[in-house]
Nanobody, 124 residues
Framework: QVQLVESGGGLVQAGGSLRLSCAAS????????MGWFRQAPGKEREFVGA????????DYADSVKGRFTISRDNAKNTVYLQMNSLKPDDTAVYYC?????????????????WGQGTQVTVSS
């Protein structure tokens, strides 16, 4: 089994930056992907980006491309979401997720494990 714990959320002004972390523990898979999703009040959970653990290749939603960067630390079993140039529309609960198959997916049901979420609020 896998447990995912997000951290790093908070309140930031528009134009600012935050870095979210997602630490994975429990069962380790040789081939998997890590995704980031977000859900704003009254909206569906939407794809933000993903990274292949084995290759480091990334995939981003158009809404965040050029502003957000996903990276990983293999030694810590941790994936990061660096968020720059934040906008009020980025306000949401951010979730990390793990899928055991390495092929990228933007679909929620292709991910097997989910973290508890961390709140990001962008003011102004």
């Amino acid at each position: 089994q896998v447990q995912l714990v997000e951290s790093g959320g908070g309140l930031v002004q528009a134009g600012g930056s935050l870095r979210l972390s997602c630490a994975a523990s429990g069962r380790t898979f040789s081939r998997y992907k890590m995704g980031w999703f977000r859900q704003a009040p009254g909206k569906e959970r939407e794809f933000v980006g993903a990274i292949s653990w084995s290759t480091g290749s990334t995939d981003y939603a158009d809404s965040v491309k050029g502003r957000f960067t996903i990276s990983r630390d293999n030694a810590k079993n941790t994936v990061y979401l660096q968020m720059n140039s934040l906008k009020p529309d980025d306000t949401a609960v951010y979730y990390c997720a793990m899928g055991v198959y390495t092929v990228f997916s933007r679909m929620r049901n292709e991910y097997d494990y989910w973290g508890q979420g961390t709140q990001v609020t962008v003011s102004s």
